[in-house]
């Protein structure tokens, strides 16, 4: 799993499996207790593989509904913020962006390009891709967070650890794999730095993490 932060915006993400339109009309088995908001979400991104764009300052104070039994993805994340205030949109097939219930709903995230959302996706997917270049270094067996900036054309700047996975050796291969990496375009306008990227273990037939296998 690789989550992407800003100081506004939390993105949980996997990559995308060949199968996950399948996978989410399929029912799955559920057990989230009711907890803060913002780790339900989380808990329930490990488990389905999903992308969710939100702030989380919309998410402070708010507890989740428990989601207990067998349930459609779909089905679970509604059940999930169920009487929270927060309403889920599609930004794609196979990503959400949560909102104030009040408010309107988000109109096409993508169409404002590059848009802060495209803009994330495309840079958990390069990361994915580097990774996934090593197999010692491909996520999916280990923790670890990294906190970095990106230029004007996107490139990565000022790259620190900000959590070590506890393996010296492995730390310095994610390091040298992600040193002098882009995102292929420059940040949006306004968008918040540092970035923080969290890499949490997780199992790959889950997740879809490097599906397409070693680049």
Not at 28 to 35: E, G
Not at 88 to 102: C, H
Not at 117 to 138: F, H, S
């Amino acid at each position: 799993m690789v989550a992407v932060m800003s100081c506004a915006m939390l993105f949980i993400a996997m990559a995308p499996d060949v199968c996950a339109d399948t996978q989410h009309s399929t029912p799955q088995d559920f057990d989230i207790p009711r907890q803060p908001l913002q780790a339900a979400l989380e808990q329930y991104g490990v488990h389905t593989g999903r992308a969710l764009l939100y702030e989380t300052r919309i998410l402070a104070g708010r507890f989740s509904s428990p989601v207990v039994g067998r349930y459609t993805p779909d089905a679970a994340l509604h059940r999930l913020i169920d009487g929270t205030g927060v309403r889920a949109d599609y930004v794609n097939a196979n990503a959400f962006v949560l909102s104030l219930a009040a408010t309107p709903p988000p109109r096409a995230v993508e169409r404002i390009p590059p848009g802060k959302a495209r803009y994330y996706g495309l840079l958990q997917a390069g990361i994915e891709q580097a990774l996934c270049g090593d197999p010692v270094t491909a996520p999916g067996g280990y923790r670890v967070g990294l906190r970095f900036w990106l230029d004007g054309a996107g490139v990565m700047q000022q790259f620190e650890l900000a959590r070590s996975t506890g393996n010296v050796g492995l730390d310095e291969k994610i390091m040298v794999r992600l040193r002098g990496f882009s995102v292929g375009e420059r940040p949006p306008p306004g968008m918040r730095q540092p970035l923080t990227v969290l890499i949490e273990p997780g199992d790959r037939a889950t997740t879809g993490d490097c599906a397409a296998g070693p680049n």
